[in-house]
DNA sequence: ACCCAGGGTCATA
DNA sequence: TATGACCATGGG
């Protein structure tokens, strides 16, 4: 697999079948900038539905924005935060990007940094690894950078259009080369990617009403899981 | 009871 | 570069 997502044309036509199946998704579900930023923390290997229990915490506490995270008491907000899960990392990790916002002057100053500078910024930043800040960059700020997830590497192995155990950013840039910088269909395609992984690919055997039928090997029985 | 969720860090080889 | 332990709640 030399040159994983090629040709060009086959992603492209993953994500028209997504799109017919499943709809606009109108990723990333939050009400400000600043949720995705939370929500992006909070959501790492956790449902997103316990994440939406703990922005709720968050809300009803006054709690959401930079300076007041910056500055909580850790336990308090782990306290806050609990219901998504590894709290206690959550909550450092959480004062990490809070700290990083306010030292920079606030989210507006961000929007005006460069995407590549923007991104190896958020990477530093203890608890944000290659997802999360670019779940930040493409969704917070409409920045053209194609998020990889664990998802992903799996619908895209199994199709046979990648290894699935590549670099990160060697698939990012697969997606990108082959997409082009198209801020929508990014924000589009991630969305639709984890909905199709939670609709349709974990129930075995997937392939007998998968929207991806025609183009997987499995699919056409030309191998088994 | 078991499995896993919209990951990342750290130690180790 | 690449494994493995660890973190923790809630829903199926």
């Known amino acids: 697999m030399t040159a994983p997502l090629r040709?060009?044309?086959r992603v492209r036509s993953v994500f028209d079948r997504l799109y017919t199946a499943y709809g606009p998704q109108g990723w990333w579900p939050a009400d400000t900038r600043f949720e995705i930023f939370v929500g992006a923390v909070l959501t790492q290997n956790a449902a997103w539905?316990?994440?939406e229990y703990a922005l709720d915490h968050l809300r009803a506490a006054d709690a959401l924005d930079a300076a007041t995270i910056a500055a909580m008491e850790p336990d308090r907000l782990g306290a806050l935060i609990r219901p998504s899960g590894y709290y206690n990392i959550k909550a450092?990790?959480?004062?990490?990007?809070c700290r990083f916002v306010v030292e920079a002057g606030g989210i507006e100053v961000l929007a005006r940094r460069e995407t590549d500078a923007l991104r190896a910024d958020l990477l530093a930043v203890h608890g944000i690894g290659h997802e999360t800040a670019d779940d930040i960059v493409l969704y917070a700020f409409h920045r053209p950078v194609f998020v990889i997830d664990?998802?992903?590497r799996r619908i895209f192995s199994r199709l046979g259009m990648c290894a699935?155990?590549?670099?990160?950013?060697?698939?990012?840039?697969?997606f990108e080369r082959a997409l082009g910088a198209d801020v929508p269909v990014f924000q589009e395609y991630h969305g639709l990617i984890v909905n199709h992984a939670?609709?349709?690919c974990r129930?075995?055997?997937a392939c007998a009403d998968c929207c991806l039928r025609r183009m997987c090997p499995v699919g056409r029985g030309e191998s088994s899981p």
Request: no cysteine.
């Open 203 to 205: 129930k075995q055997p």
């Open 150 to 152: 664990a998802y992903t």
């Open 198 to 200: 939670k609709a349709a």
């Open 164 to 174: 699935g155990h590549e670099p990160y950013d060697e698939l990012r840039m697969g």
């Open 49 to 51: 539905t316990n994440v």
């Open 7 to 9: 040709p060009a044309r």
């Open 92 to 97: 450092r990790r959480l004062q990490a990007l």
